[in-house]
């Protein structure tokens, strides 16, 4: 079963915006519009973001958004703020199950 | 609120069975297409989806850990269990339990339960796999 591929980093300053790539294949990103997205502080545990590749749950910020295009769905975090660095994982449904990204650590500058 | 919250040994010894306990509250876990699940994360590395219930005759398993893995329902008891089997020092790592909303896709007119989201998590527990 494969891992999705994200970048294992990325970085910006407070105020602008980043965006992490999740790339998959046929079998899964690319077949169906069932792409999640976690946050994850140090010592906790995970919090959904983004599910259904652009839906946000209550109560998640109008900074966050998800997209896709072909086998890669994105995050895109506006207006960076310090709380925002974390580890970022994507997650997708790969027929019956699902599989996750490799995670990605955001640094806030 | 749905809560979950996992409970099992901290320190398992190689070849032997891991059992973990999940224990919820906030909604049925007989509501039809509702998911309980384990995931795992290694010590600084990535996410894994190992098992997920929805009912007696429709569970999903991570297709490499599958010989593995059984995972049951104790509805009385608000609880879904966890058994992986000939534990090794590769499955040290956090296992959380994860909660799936109702969510459905249609095959053939039939409507199958389908994982697009795990919204509620435990707070996970540790286990180390050592001698």
């Known amino acids: 079963q494969s891992v999705l591929t994200q970048p294992a980093s990325v970085s910006g300053s407070p105020g602008q915006s980043i965006t992490i790539s999740c790339t998959g294949s046929?079998?899964?990103?690319?077949?169906?519009?069932?792409v999640s997205w976690y946050q994850q502080h140090p010592g906790k545990a995970p919090k959904v973001l983004i599910y259904?590749?652009?839906k946000r749950p209550s109560g998640i910020s109008t900074r966050v958004s998800g997209s896709k295009s072909g086998n890669t769905a994105s995050l895109t975090i506006s207006g960076l703020q310090a709380e925002d660095e974390a580890d970022y994982f994507c997650?997708?449904?790969?027929?019956?199950?699902?599989?996750f990204g490799g995670g990605t650590k955001l640094t806030v500058l | 609120q749905i809560t979950l919250k996992e409970s099992g040994p901290t320190l398992v010894k190689p070849t032997q069975t891991l059992t973990l306990t999940c224990t919820f509250s906030?909604?049925?876990?007989?509501?039809?297409?509702?998911?309980v699940g384990w995931v795992r994360q290694p010590p600084g590395k990535a996410l894994e989806g190992l098992a997920l219930?929805?009912?007696?005759?429709?569970?999903r398993f991570r297709p490499s850990l599958r010989s593995r893995l059984t995972i049951t329902r104790d509805t009385s008891r608000n609880q879904v269990v966890l058994t992986m089997t000939n534990m090794d020092p590769v499955d040290t790592a956090t296992y959380y339990c994860?909660?799936?909303?109702?969510?459905?896709?249609?095959?053939?007119?039939?409507?199958?339960?389908?994982?697009?989201?795990?919204?509620?998590w435990g707070q996970g527990t540790m286990v180390t796999v050592s001698s």
């Open positions: 259904d590749v652009n």
């Open positions: 046929n079998r899964d990103v690319g077949t169906y519009d069932y």
């Open positions: 219930f929805y009912r007696d005759d429709d569970k």
């Open positions: 906030g909604f049925s876990g007989s509501t039809s297409g509702v998911g």
């Open positions: 994860v909660h799936a909303p109702i969510f459905y896709e249609y095959v053939r007119g039939r409507p199958i339960p389908l994982p697009n989201v795990f919204d509620v």
């Open positions: 997650c997708a449904y790969a027929g019956a199950f699902v599989i």
